[in-house]
């Protein structure tokens, strides 16, 4: 079923060259092409029937927005402590690749986000996102004030450290520590979350899936657009934001029961040590 396949790894975590060069030795004896590469540098264009992720689900969310576009399903092999989407360690990996290879396992569809920044009536960015996109004060402690329309109509002015808008996936993430709900990773409902309300509306709002969500930052200093803590963008005074569903879905490669959220939820939320 699969005949190249990528490996991406996350340089930072440790081992992570060591095993990429390993599942590659391991898939060229299989007779099959195989490119190893850095998740912040991947080949273009990409070319690959499967990703294979290795490191935490940092990498995971590097990987989804260049794989997602392209419908290039992802296997996720945590290398880190938390793995919330990871799905194998390394040496699972390898006893089970006969079987991967043979195309076994189930696809995981998660909702992404879709982001355009504009700037003096112009699109200036379009962002993907499969956690979320945070309108944020940036590095000095004073606070920002978002303006936010949900479908053309406002909704509040939210006062504090920002807001993030967050994908179901995106719930046990910043939004989770920002005391937003958990939801289940395949909805495609959106959440809005403010961090550190001062005095303003302190509650997440879910919003449908089909909504179209604005934000505009108000402050005296540099508020900043973060894309799934991984894409850091200025902003200046006037930018608006406009997030909505993206098109496309992150295609995770499962073995557990279709039912695994419910079971891992809470040995995920409370982390783990890595062994390796």
């Known amino acids: 079923m699969y005949r190249k396949i990528g490996i991406v790894f996350q340089p930072r975590v440790r081992n992570a060259a060591h095993w990429a060069a390993v599942v590659r030795q391991h898939l060229t004896g299989f007779g099959l092409e195989a490119w190893v590469a850095d998740v912040a540098s991947p080949p273009t264009p990409l070319e690959a029937d499967l ?91 004073r606070v920002i004030r978002v303006r936010v329309s949900v479908d053309g109509a406002y909704l509040t002015t939210y006062v504090g450290d920002g807001v993030i808008v967050a994908t179901a996936t995106g719930s046990t993430a910043y939004a989770l520590a920002a005391d937003g709900p958990i939801l289940h990773p395949e909805l495609s409902d959106i959440l809005i979350t403010p961090i550190n309300p001062h005095l303003s509306f302190d509650r997440t709002l879910i919003v449908p899936g089909g909504a179209k969500i604005e934000m505009e930052a108000v402050a005296d200093h540099q508020p900043f657009l973060v894309v799934d803590g991984q894409e850091h963008l200025p902003l200046e005074q006037g930018d608006l934001v406009c997030a909505t569903l993206s098109p496309y879905t992150a295609n995770l490669l499962r073995w557990q029961p279709r039912n695994y959220f419910y079971s891992s939820l809470l040995r995920r939320l409370r982390g783990r040590d890595s062994e390796l």
């Open 51 to 141: 990703i294979i992720s290795l490191g935490g689900d940092g990498t995971i969310l590097a990987a989804a927005r260049v794989a997602a576009p392209l419908g290039i399903p992802i296997l996720a092999v945590n290398l880190g402590r938390l793995g919330f989407m990871t799905e194998f360690d390394p040496h699972q990996l390898l006893e089970r690749l006969p079987d991967v290879l043979k195309g076994d396992g189930w696809v995981e569809r998660r909702r992404m986000l879709s982001a355009t920044l504009t700037r003096s009536g112009s699109a200036v960015r379009e962002l993907l996102a499969l956690n979320d996109v945070v309108m944020s004060r940036g590095s000095i402690a």
